[in-house]
Antibody, heavy 119, light 111 residues
Framework: QVQLQESGPGLVKPSETLSLTCTVSGGSVSSGSYYWSWIRQPPGRGLEWIGYVYYSGSSDYNPSFKSRVTISVDSSKNQFSLKLNSVTAADTAVYYC???????????WGHGTLVTVSS | QSVLTQAPSVSGAPGQRVTISCTGSSSNIGAAYDVHWYQQLPGTAPKLLIYGNSNRPSGVPDRFSGSKSGTSASLAITGLQAEDEADYYCQSFDSSLSGYVFGTGTKVTVL
């Protein structure tokens, strides 16, 4: 079955770029009908969808992030990535990658990775 | 920003029934998009509990059930158990966002 694993720096300085990668195993990022998502959860708060990328490379983003986010897919590495520019302390959160496997629910999630924005 | 509204907390004694509501709008639940529910235990990733309004993935006990009507949906837990103490989130698709929307989350406490 499809499994996801997030990786990337746990500490990012304010104004810099947050970069995370999600490695897919047990499946392919090139699978049709699958949307590869990033979702975050600030400490003690709820879930917030950041955006997703389709296997073709097309993407869509939450308007709250649209001006500073890029989500891309790398088929050669079976990974997809998140870049969030100009981060502030408000971007401190656990970041999850997830996928829908064809429907609009999210049955597969990574374990999540905590990213702290601090100087 | 959460587009789906949930009560912050509900509680019940072991064996009791509790319900969690999720209120949306005409661009998500009211637009006939399905509602899905997740259970999040402390320090873990959300786990899909109900999909397509009322369907349970394999392995989810039938104590959990979901329903949807109009611009709202509900999750019911019958025969409440100590292990059900967790945060619960609803989720749907929003046509104005062209993406996923989550509820504000409800913490279930077993007394």
């Amino acid at each position: 079955q499809v499994q996801l694993q997030e990786s990337g720096p746990g500490l990012v300085k304010p104004s810099e770029t947050l970069s995370l990668t999600c490695t897919v195993s047990g499946g392919s990022v090139s699978s049709g009908s699958y949307y590869w998502s990033w979702i975050r959860q600030p400490p003690g708060r709820g879930l917030e969808w950041i955006g997703y990328v389709y296997y073709s490379g097309s993407s869509d983003y939450n308007p709250s992030f649209k001006s500073r986010v890029t989500i891309s897919v790398d088929s050669s590495k079976n990974q997809f990535s998140l870049k969030l520019n100009s981060v502030t302390a408000a971007d401190t959160a656990v970041y999850y990658c997830a996928t829908n496997l064809g429907g609009w629910e999210l049955p597969v999630w990574g374990h999540g990775t905590l990213v702290t924005v601090s100087s | 920003q959460s587009v789906l509204t949930q009560a912050p907390s509900v509680s019940g004694a072991p064996g009791q029934r509790v319900t969690i509501s999720c209120t949306g709008s005409s661009s998500n639940i009211g637009a006939a998009y399905d509602v899905h529910w997740y259970q999040q235990l402390p320090g873990t990733a959300p786990k899909l509990l109900i999909y397509g309004n009322s369907n349970r993935p394999s392995g989810v006990p039938d104590r959990f059930s979901g329903s949807k009507s109009g611009t709202s949906a509900s999750l019911a837990i019958t025969g409440l158990q100590a292990e059900d103490e967790a945060d619960y989130y609803c989720q749907s698709f929003d046509s104005s966002l062209s993406g996923y929307v989550f509820g504000t989350g409800t913490k279930v406490t077993v007394l």
